[in-house]
């Protein structure tokens, strides 16, 4: 894996190769899961970063749950390599694995992605189709049991924002839905969009501040300021409502009622010229200033176990 | 494959409340296929629509007949996806994952 090339985009079948590549030069430390399948029976991979120990605290992170936002699954692999570079040499990385594990799902829709890489770039929901319907796919970031089929998202089908029949429909969904509860010692949970440079921490369904809405913002000021450190990339953050608008079925609505405490969303790149067809050139840096700010919160997770 | 010869990302950004609502009026237009990559979301804030060739017109004659002003943030959605599918071919043939 050190002659991948991580300043492009790559295939689905180029990315699980790279991830059993990677599993193979560490043994000792990564481990690949199966949690589940998609739609069309894609295997859902995610890579585990274990010191050993079993059950340990953990945290988590997914990338590509939106299938067009190519930014976040190649963001995803280099954040895999990080990890495996920098376990011993990093103090800060090394002493949250000695106490905690990190599950990284790279690519959380791949039925979505080898859609944008086949037949629509700018396709964005899972590809389940259902008997009755004209359109296919349902928005994976509205599909979750958190204020399900409320406002902010569509009961239409053919809308990029359609919750679904019902909640966990979807099996990229439920699969984590199931990891989570049958692991139930994650301790954060982070899902990776783009884009609009955004830290957001729950509600996304209701203006009801979450109760530990204090220490969630001081999290993301601090996550905020060590990414903007790096490259200048200009952040804004607060709770998914009030930031943005109002979303409801969301992943990290779901997580945090799980008692997931710290529970954040990262909008990457861009900052208003590409959109989702952000230049190759800037994975690298999004990828390092992203990481700057997950540092962040996984030593916040590990400092203070709950 | 789904081609976007011709079509635009248009960037608005509201500043009041009666260009919000002429801009979320848009939204509910599903005849001209339009694509919100970032949804109205309040004053002030950068809204980025997907435009498909054909919808170009009467989408610039709505906001232009409103005075909303806007840019064009993509001027051909095509050519980008045609770059990044070049890069992609390239670094393939450069460095086979071994």
Redesign the interface.
């Known amino acids: 894996t050190n002659?991948?090339?991580y300043?492009?985009?790559?295939?689905l079948d180029?990315i699980y190769?790279?991830m059993d590549?990677l599993v193979a030069e560490n043994p000792n430390l990564v481990s690949k899961l199966e949690i589940g399948q998609s739609t069309e029976n894609r295997p859902l991979y995610v890579l585990k970063f274990s010191k050993g120990g079993t059950n340990r605290p953990a945290i988590w992170i997914d990338t590509g749950i939106h299938s067009r936002e190519w930014v976040t699954q190649a963001s995803g692999v280099w954040f895999a390599k990080k990890i495996v570079q920098d376990h011993e040499n990093d103090e800060g990385l090394a002493s949250i694995l000695d106490k905690m594990d990190i599950f990284l799902e790279i690519v959380t829709n791949p039925d979505g992605f080898v859609f944008t890489q086949?037949?629509?770039?700018?396709w964005r929901k899972t590809r389940s189709k259902r008997s009755g319907s004209l359109c296919i796919g349902v928005d994976p970031n509205r599909n979750w049991d958190a204020g399900f089929g409320g406002p902010g998202a569509s009961g239409n089908p053919?809308s990029?924002t359609y919750h679904g029949p019902y909640a966990n429909s979807e099996p990229e969904v439920k699969a984590i839905v199931d990891f989570v509860k049958s692991h139930g010692n994650i301790k954060a949970f982070i899902s990776i969009h783009s884009?609009?440079q955004l830290l957001l921490y729950p509600y996304g369904y209701t203006r009801t501040p979450v109760p530990d809405q204090k220490e969630l913002h001081e999290i993301s000021e601090k996550a905020v300021a060590a990414l903007s450190s790096l490259y200048g990339t200009s952040y804004k953050y607060g709770s998914i409502i009030t930031t943005?608008?109002q979303a409801s079925g969301g992943t990290i609505d779901w997580t945090y009622n799980q008692g997931i405490k710290y529970s954040f969303t990262f909008e990457l790149r861009d900052t208003?010229?590409?959109?989702?067809?952000l230049?190759?050139k800037q994975i690298v840096p999004t990828a390092q200033e992203t990481w700057l700010a997950l540092q962040v919160i996984m030593q916040h997770a590990r400092d203070h176990p709950y | 494959t789904e081609t976007f010869v011709g079509h635009q990302v248009l960037r608005i950004v509201p500043t009041t409340d009666e260009e919000l609502q002429k801009v979320e009026e848009l939204q509910n237009l599903e005849e001209l296929q339009l694509d919100f990559w970032l949804a109205p979301r309040g004053l002030g804030h950068p809204v980025d629509v997907h435009v498909p060739f054909p919808s170009l017109q009467p989408v610039k004659a709505h906001l232009e007949a409103n005075g909303i002003s806007y840019s064009i943030m993509i001027q051909d959605v095509q050519a980008l996806v045609d770059h990044e599918q070049t890069e992609m071919l390239r670094s393939r043939r450069q460095l086979p994952l071994s």
């Open positions: 002659t991948f090339d300043t492009t985009y790559h295939s180029e190769a790279f590549l086949t037949q629509n770039r700018m053919c990029e884009y609009s943005i608008y208003g010229r590409y959109g989702f067809l230049p190759a």
